[in-house]
């Protein structure tokens, strides 16, 4: 029986690279000079570290063109507010990976919607999806990438 895995996952390797690239940026940058602004990747969390917030502004924006040459999906970023203390910005931004239990149902419930013959079940933090035709599988594809649901999605494990 064809089936489909749903995953929401990013290449670590190049969000390595991209931070790598964006504190060589930043260090090489003439408005920068002397700032000792830098990012710091711990895990699933970046953190932007300047002087004042139109610096902080800045590095977010160095940092979105990195993650996007590196064919990162910034529906899979979260910036958070700003942290403005006296002489130092502090912004984290969080990366999200895998589906939530709460967007898991939502995708399975606008699949059940469409009336397709396919299964959907939630598979911790993926969807699997099975059916007995190959079209309904790739009908669900299309049905999912013409959605809005705040995270990137990635189809997997396709077999028949």
């Not at 895995?5 to 504190?23: C, G, T, W």
């Not at 699933?44 to 570290?49: E, P, S, Y």
């Not at 939502?106 to 059916?131: C, F, M």
Request: hydrophobic share 40%; aromatic share 4%; charged share 30%.
């Amino acid at each position: 029986m064809p089936s489909f895995d749903i995953v929401s996952e990013i290449d670590h390797h190049e969000l390595a690279n991209a931070v790598d690239q964006a504190n060589r940026e930043v260090t090489t940058r003439f408005d920068f000079k002397g700032t000792g602004s830098v990012y710091e990747l711990d895990e699933q969390v970046i953190t932007l570290k300047t002087q004042s917030e139109f610096q902080l502004e800045q590095m977010l924006d160095v940092l979105y063109a990195k993650l996007a040459k590196r064919a990162i999906d910034l529906e899979a970023v979260d910036p958070q507010e700003p942290e403005i203390l006296a002489r130092t910005a502090t912004r984290r931004v969080l990366i999200r990976e895998g589906i939530d239990a709460e967007t898991a149902r939502s995708v399975v419930k606008r699949i059940k919607g469409e009336k397709l013959k396919v299964q959907a079940s939630v598979q911790g933090d993926q969807v699997r999806v099975t059916g007995k035709k190959r079209d309904d599988l790739q009908s669900v594809i299309a049905l999912l990438k013409g959605a809005e649901l705040g995270l990137p999605l990635q189809f997997r494990n396709f077999r028949d």
